[in-house]
């Protein structure tokens, strides 16, 4: 089995900037996928950001463009995004996910929250 944990959401002034952690286990330090998305109240999820390991290159959310970067460590089984210049339209619960396999289902992080709000 193959887990994902957030964490480093809370509550942040519009301008400010986080960086939420994403660790996974073992055997999920080779994704072909990894990335971000979020859910805010009443809304869908929507993509923040994702990354495969056929292009290399991050697919970014028009609305997070600039603002966020995905990065990761593999020697701590840890994916990142850092978050800057926050907006209060950037509230939501934060997910990560990975896939292992161009065809399998994705897997998904419990969620963190993130509130920006002065």
Known sequence: QVQL???GGGLVQPGGSLKLSCAHSASASL???MGWYRQAPG???ELVVTISSNSG???YGDSVKGRFRISRDNAKN???LQMNNLKP???AVYYCTAKIGWNSAP???QGTQVTVSS
């Open 78 to 80: 840890t994916m990142y």
């Open 107 to 109: 897997i998904w992080g």
């Open 57 to 59: 290159s991050p697919d």
């Open 31 to 33: 994704f072909n996928v």
């Open 43 to 45: 809304k869908q999820r």
């Open 5 to 7: 944990a957030e964490s």
């Open 89 to 91: 339209e950037d509230t």
